[in-house]
Structures are given as structure tokens and as C-alpha cells.
């Protein structure tokens, strides 16, 4: 079977004491287009109305409106890998079949460069790596058969019937660090006899640093590390077997 990653992420939070991301735009946008060629703009409108009485009824009111944008997004020419800036936040998400770290680490190394000229004097307040896996199963009768972590019963007949749907979420912390990782576990039934699983790994370093290209990057090999340990301590033989991973 293939790799069961089926989206990978890379995310920064950083202080900003901006608050117009079009200088973003300006100094990074065309660097950034060589990768992502095709722009779009989130735009947020607000809409005040001036205070005074509102009549019932039909009647006009004065208001004003203000846009902004919200969030730049660049995308690839496949539109399966995109880009999005906010005032705070940089995201960089592939939805291609997943083809190691190594060349997903330096995409992500390409856009620190890129963007390096905006922010290079910010700091760094979280980075995270989130890897959502799904797994097509034929049985779900027993989820202890696919998976380690599992919600489990006192006894047999706690559930009389097949499982439809079924999900959890908990997060854990790394014991002398900043790390900590939110951990989703969800299983769908959309067809008969097929169960699609969602594992849903997210892992975060709250550690403020320097924006620096190299650091960042050895940030992220680190949560990656963290990130294997979790997943594969928490799928069965069977399921590496299945997928053909190596732990």
C-alpha cells in the first residue's frame, strides 16, 4: 500500500510588530511566486454602523466599511501546494503524496530563504510539523488489530453493535522541553466494508527563537524525530506491516 500521509504541514508563529502584511507581499511576493505562482487574497470587511436610534421597518442607515486582507495564499501550479501569510502566521502545506522528509524539509528550507528579507529580525514564538495520515481499512471490527492507543471497554459487551464512527483527541507533553503534540484519532465508515482512519499527528516547539534559516530547520528535524516516535509506537505490527513501514 502506499504512504499513508496524506497532507503534511510546516507552521511558524512569530511576534509581529506589523500589522500591514502587504510589505510581506512586496519585499517576498515574487521570490515566492517562482514556486507558487498563482496569488489570491483573503479579505476581511468590516461594517460599522453609526450609533443612533435604528427605526423598525424599512430605512437606510449610515454605515462604513473597511477591508483589509487577512491572509495572502500562493499556490503551486498543481494547486497542491500552497503558502498562506498571515500577520502572525506562515503555513506551508503539501497535499502531494508524501515523499520523505528529505524533500519535504527542503521545500520548507526554500521558503524560509525566501521569505528571510520580511523576516529576519522577527522572533520565532512556535514552530510545528503536523502529519495527517489516513489508513483504508476493509475490518474495523477490533482497532486494537491497527493501533496501540485505542479506547477500549471493561468488557465485550459494552458495545453491541459494529462501530460506524468513532474518534479521540489528547495531547501529550515532552518532559524538559517546549514540545508538546495534539493527537487525533477518527474513523469513518462511508462505504460498506471501508473504514477510512485519520491520524492526525501535530507537533509543537513553544520555544521563542531567532528567526535564523538553520535553526529553524534543525527545530523541525527534531519535532520530525518526535513525531516518528509517536506514530510508530502507536501502530501495531500488523499495520506496518500492511503499509510497509519501517519503525
Not at 136 to 160: R, T
Request: hydrophobic share 35%.
Amino acid at each position: 500500500m502506499s504512504c499513508p500521509i496524506a497532507i503534511s504541514l510546516f507552521q511558524l508563529k512569530y511576534e509581529s510588530p506589523r500589522t500591514d502584511i502587504e510589505d510581506f507581499h512586496n519585499k517576498c511576493g515574487v521570490k515566492i511566486q517562482e514556486n507558487f505562482p498563482t496569488l489570491k487574497r483573503n479579505v476581511n470587511v468590516g461594517i460599522s454602523i453609526e450609533q443612533g436610534s435604528i427605526p423598525l421597518g424599512k430605512s437606510s442607515l449610515n454605515a462604513k466599511s473597511e477591508a483589509h486582507i487577512q491572509c495572502f495564499i500562493y499556490l503551486s501550479s498543481d494547486q497542491k501546494r500552497r503558502v498562506e501569510i498571515s500577520n502572525d502566521t506562515i503555513t506551508y502545506i503539501d497535499e502531494n503524496e508524501y515523499g520523505g522528509w528529505c524533500p519535504f524539509v527542503e521545500s520548507i528550507s526554500w521558503l524560509l530563504s525566501a521569505i528571510e528579507p520580511y523576516m529576519s529580525n522577527f522572533v520565532v514564538n512556535r514552530t510545528s510539523i503536523r502529519f495527517i495520515n489516513k489508513f483504508e481499512l476493509d475490518d474495523f471490527k477490533n482497532p486494537e488489530d491497527y493501533f496501540n492507543v485505542v479506547i477500549s471497554s471493561a468488557n465485550d459487551s459494552s458495545f453491541k453493535y459494529p462501530f460506524v464512527q468513532y474518534g479521540f483527541r489528547y495531547t501529550i507533553t515532552v518532559p524538559n522541553s517546549e514540545i508538546y503534540s495534539i493527537i487525533n484519532h477518527n474513523v469513518d465508515n462511508p462505504i460498506p466494508n471501508k473504514y477510512l482512519y485519520i491520524f492526525d499527528i501535530d507537533v509543537l516547539d513553544r520555544q521563542n527563537i531567532q528567526y535564523d534559516v538553520d535553526l529553524i530547520r534543525k527545530t523541525a528535524d527534531n519535532l520530525r524525530s518526535i513525531r516518528n516516535e509517536m506514530f510508530f509506537c502507536s501502530i501495531t505490527e500488523k499495520t506496518k506491516k500492511l503499509w510497509n513501514l519501517q519503525g
